[in-house]
C-alpha cells in the first residue's frame, strides 16, 4: 500500500522526497510562505501553490484515516468486523468508497427492510436472491405469521423485496457504478416555480433549462442552486433510468425463473425509492463542491490581483468621500496614512455652499502640501472628480478609488478601535485615502469577502472560501514585505509566524520602547519565540536599519553568509549593497555547502542589488473619458478607457466610470478564443472597451474588448467556432442583457 507520501507525490507530479520533506517542515510549524522562500534547498525549490497543493492533498488523506479509524472502532463494538471488511476499508482511497463500504453497517433509523427482517423475512430475501427455488409460493408460505403481520404470500414477498431493496441500495460496487452513470449521463434540469415568473425575473434563462451534469460550469449550477434555495426554481437530477436499472440488473439477475422476476421488482424499487435520491444527493454535492472549487479560485485570484494593485506610495493624501444632499466627506492624510484633518464640503448644492467648497479645497490643498487627491467611486463620485479637476490644482494626481467594502471597514471594529473618536463618514474617507496609497495594507483590515470581487461568494462552502482567502492575503503580504515599524497589527497577523496575539504583541512593544532598530529585536517582544523570529524575519522590514541586510528580504540565518562575501572581497556589507561590479565578481559556487545551495544563493544575490524592492507594478494614473458620467450619455461604438473590477468564468467586468460596471463576455475579451478570462485580464488593470449595447431603462451595458484589426477569415472563423454555444442551445452568458439583470445581487 502506498504511503501519504507516495500518493501525494503520484498525484503532483513530485518526488517522494520533495512530499516528505515538506510535510515534515509543515509539521515542525513551519509556513507555506517561509517554506517556499527560504527552504528550496530542502524542498528541490517548490513554490507556495505547489507546497499549499502538498499541506491540502495530504490534510484529506489524514481526514480520511480518521474516519477509517472510527468506521472501524465502530465495526468493531458491533462485532461486525471481519478481516475481509477491514481489508476492504484499509484499501479505500476515498471518503465515498469508504462510506459505501459501511453503509450496510451503519446504524439507520427504522426502514422498510428493518420492518421486514422483525418479521422474521430475511432467509427468505436471501433465498430469492439465490435465485435457485422453482417453487416460490410453497417456499414464501413458510413465513405467513400473522401475529408478525405476515397475512399472505404477497406480503411475504414484499417484505423479502424491501430487504433486497435495501441490500442493493447499499451494495459498495452497485453504488459506485450508479455514482459514475450519474456523473456521466446525468443531466441538471431546472424551471421556474409556477406562478413565481415576475417574481424570479432575474432567473429568466433557467425557466426551462437543462444541461449535461458533467459539463455544467460552475457559475450556472450555483445560479441554478441559488434560485432553488429562494425558492424561485424548481432543480432536478435527471438520468435515463431504465439504463441505470439495466445495469443493476445485469449484476444481480443471475437465472430467469420467478426469484429472478421477485429480483427484477427489488431493483426497480431500490432504484426509485433508494438509490436514485441518495445518487441525487451525492452528485449534488460532488457538483456543488466542484462549483465552489471554481467560484472559490475565481475569487482568489481576483482578491490577489487587487491586493496586489499598484500603490502610489508615500505621498501627502487627501480623500474624498462624495455625496450629493448629505456633502463629501474630505480628509487629509500626511505620507504615511495618518489623519491629519477632516471636513464637510457641499460642492453639488449650488450656490454659496459651493462657492464655500471651492475656497476650502483650495486652502486644504496648499495648506497640507496635498500631492493625490483619492475620490470614491460611488454615488456622486464623477461628478465630484469633475468639480475637483476643474480647479486646476497645481500638480494634483486625483484618481477615483473603488470603495467597495469601505463601508464594511468603517463600521468594524477595526475601524472604531483606530478612530474613536470619529464617526463612520471620516473613517470611510481615510480608508478610500489609503487605499490608493498601498492597497494591501488598508485591504487586510477588511474581510476579504467585502472587497468587490467573486462570484457567488455568499453561496459557496464559507469555510473553504475563507481558508483560501486566507491563504491569498498571507501571501500576498509575505510577498510585498511588511514594514515593521509602521504596520497596522492587521496586517502584521498575516505574516507568517505571526498571528494577531503575536500582532498585538509587537505594536504594544513598538509603542512602549519606540521603533525597532534592528530584525533581532523582535526576540525581546513578549511570547514571540524562537520559531516564530525564525518564520516572521526575512518577511518584515526595517527602514534605516543599524545593519543594511534589514531593509532587504534576506534572512537573518544568512546574514553570516553575507558578510563573508563581503569580507572576502575585502568589502564591508554596505558597499556590496550599492557596488553592482562587487556583487557580479563574487563566485556563487563557492559558498554552496549541504544547506545552503544555488537557489537561496541567487535569491541572495537578487536581493542585495534590490533590497527590500516592492514586487507590485508600479503605479500608473487613470481618469475616465470627461462628460461620460452615466448610463445615459453612452452610445454604441463609443472607446471608453476602463478599468477591470470583476473576473468571473464568463468574462469581465468593467467601470467606465458611470457608476455602472459594463460585461465584457469572455466571447468579446480578445479576437482569439479565450478559454479563462485571466489570460486576458487581471484585476484593476487598465483597458480600453467599446460599448456594443446600452439598456438604459435597465441600467444594463455590454462591451467588447476586440480589435478592429481584421485576422485572416479562417482565424476568425475557427475562434468565432470555438467561443460560440452549441447550435440551438441558448446559454444564459450569451444573453448580455440577462447576465446584467442582478449585477450587484449576484456578486454581493
Not at 435465485?131 to 400473522?146: F, G, H, K, P, T
Not at 437543462?210 to 450555483?222: G, M, N, V
Not at 537557489?599 to 462628460?627: H, Q, Y
Amino acid at each position: 500500500m502506498l504511503t501519504h507520501e507516495q500518493r501525494v507525490a503520484q498525484q503532483l507530479s513530485l518526488t517522494d522526497k520533495q512530499v516528505r520533506t515538506t510535510i515534515q517542515l509543515l509539521d515542525e510549524g513551519a509556513t507555506v510562505p517561509f517554506i517556499s522562500r527560504y527552504r528550496k534547498e530542502l524542498t528541490g525549490s517548490l513554490d507556495e501553490v505547489q507546497v499549499a497543493e502538498i499541506r491540502d492533498k495530504v490534510g484529506q488523506l489524514r481526514d480520511l484515516d480518521k474516519r477509517r479509524e472510527a468506521i472501524i472502532k465502530s465495526l468493531t463494538e458491533l462485532s461486525k468486523l471481519t478481516p475481509v471488511l477491514q481489508e476492504k476499508l484499509e484499501a479505500a482511497e476515498t471518503m465515498a468508497v469508504l462510506e459505501d463500504i459501511y453503509l450496510p453497517y451503519k446504524p439507520k433509523r427504522k426502514t422498510k427492510a428493518s420492518v421486514a427482517r422483525e418479521k422474521g423475512l430475511a432467509p427468505l430475501g436471501d433465498l430469492i436472491l439465490a435465485q435457485e427455488s422453482s417453487d416460490l409460493a410453497s417456499e414464501a408460505s413458510i413465513y405467513i405469521d400473522e401475529e408478525k403481520g405476515v397475512a399472505g404470500v404477497e406480503e411475504a414477498l414484499a417484505g423479502a423485496r424491501d430487504i433486497l431493496a435495501e441490500i442493493i441500495a447499499e451494495h459498495a460496487e452497485t453504488r459506485s457504478q450508479i455514482r459514475d452513470f450519474f456523473m456521466e449521463h446525468g443531466t441538471f434540469s431546472s424551471r421556474v416555480v409556477p406562478g413565481k415568473e415576475e417574481e424570479a425575473i432575474k432567473y429568466k434563462d433557467y425557466y426551462e433549462w437543462t444541461e449535461p451534469l458533467k459539463s455544467a460550469p460552475s457559475h450556472r449550477i450555483l445560479a441554478m442552486r441559488r434560485g432553488e434555495k429562494e425558492q424561485m426554481l424548481y432543480l432536478d437530477v435527471i438520468v435515463p433510468e431504465e439504463e441505470a436499472i439495466a445495469m443493476i440488473d445485469t449484476r444481480f439477475v443471475t437465472a430467469a425463473n420467478e426469484c429472478s422476476a421477485q429480483v427484477r421488482l427489488a431493483i426497480q424499487d431500490s432504484f426509485k425509492r433508494l438509490l436514485k435520491p441518495s445518487m441525487e444527493t451525492e452528485v449534488r454535492l460532488i457538483t456543488r463542491k466542484r462549483a465552489d472549487e471554481d467560484a472559490i479560485r475565481v475569487f482568489a485570484e481576483n482578491a490577489r490581483q487587487l491586493l496586489l494593485a499598484a500603490p502610489l506610495g508615500s505621498k501627502r493624501t487627501m480623500a474624498i468621500d462624495p455625496g450629493f444632499r448629505t456633502g463629501c466627506k474630505v480628509v487629509c492624510l500626511d505620507e504615511q496614512g495618518k489623519l491629519l484633518v477632516n471636513t464637510t464640503i457641499y460642492p453639488h448644492t449650488g450656490g454659496a455652499k459651493a462657492a464655500e467648497s471651492v475656497h476650502e479645497i483650495k486652502q486644504l490643498f496648499q495648506q497640507y502640501n496635498i500631492d493625490a487627491i483619492a475620490i470614491g467611486n460611488g454615488t456622486a463620485g464623477r461628478e465630484t472628480e469633475d468639480f475637483i479637476r476643474k480647479l486646476n490644482l497645481p500638480g494634483a494626481l486625483i484618481v477615483m478609488v473603488n470603495e467597495s467594502g469601505a463601508s464594511i471597514y468603517s463600521a468594524s471594529e477595526v475601524a472604531r478601535e483606530e478612530f474613536p473618536d470619529y464617526d463612520i463618514t471620516v473613517r470611510g474617507a481615510v480608508s478610500i485615502g489609503r487605499r490608493l496609497m498601498d492597497p494591501l495594507a488598508e485591504l487586510v483590515k477588511i474581510d476579504p469577502k467585502s472587497i468587490g470581487v467573486g462570484q457567488y461568494q455568499h453561496d459557496v462552502d464559507q469555510s473553504k472560501l475563507q481558508e483560501s482567502l486566507a491563504d491569498t492575503v498571507i501571501s500576498c503580504v509575505n510577498a510585498v514585505g511588511v514594514e515593521l515599524n509602521t504596520a497596522s497589527k492587521q496586517i502584521l497577523a498575516y505574516v507568517s509566524g505571526l498571528g494577531p496575539a503575536l500582532a498585538q504583541s509587537i505594536v504594544e512593544y513598538r509603542n512602549q520602547h519606540g521603533a525597532f532598530k534592528r530584525r533581532s529585536d523582535l526576540k525581546k517582544v513578549p511570547r514571540l519565540g524562537e520559531k516564530a523570529f525564525e518564520q516572521a524575519a526575512g518577511f518584515l522590514r526595517i527602514r534605516g536599519a543599524e545593519n543594511p541586510l534589514d531593509t532587504s528580504g534576506v534572512h537573518p540565518e544568512r546574514y553570516t553568509l553575507v558578510e563573508k562575501m563581503a569580507t572576502d572581497l575585502g568589502q564591508d556589507v554596505d558597499s556590496l549593497l550599492k557596488d553592482d561590479k562587487l556583487r557580479k565578481s563574487i563566485s556563487l559556487s563557492k559558498y554552496v555547502t549541504d544547506e545552503v545551495g544555488l537557489p537561496t544563493l541567487n535569491d541572495i544575490l537578487k536581493e542585495l542589488s534590490k533590497p527590500g524592492l516592492d514586487p507590485r507594478e508600479k503605479f500608473e494614473a487613470f481618469s475616465f473619458t470627461e462628460g461620460v458620467n452615466s448610463v445615459n450619455d453612452l452610445k454604441v461604438g463609443m472607446k471608453l478607457p476602463g478599468i477591470v473590477t470583476n473576473i468571473t468564468a464568463f468574462g469581465a467586468f468593467v467601470d467606465i466610470g458611470v457608476h455602472q460596471d459594463g460585461l465584457v463576455h469572455l466571447s468579446q475579451l480578445a479576437n482569439r478564443f479565450v478559454k479563462d478570462p485571466n489570460e486576458v485580464v487581471k484585476v484593476h488593470q487598465q483597458v480600453e472597451v467599446t460599448v456594443t449595447e446600452v439598456d438604459v431603462t435597465r441600467n444594463r451595458i455590454s462591451l467588447s474588448m476586440k480589435s478592429e484589426e481584421k485576422e485572416p477569415a479562417h482565424t476568425n472563423a475557427r475562434a468565432d467556432k470555438r467561443n460560440a454555444k452549441p447550435q440551438n442551445r441558448k446559454t444564459p452568458e450569451t444573453d448580455m442583457a440577462a447576465k446584467l439583470a442582478a449585477l450587484k445581487s449576484k456578486f454581493s
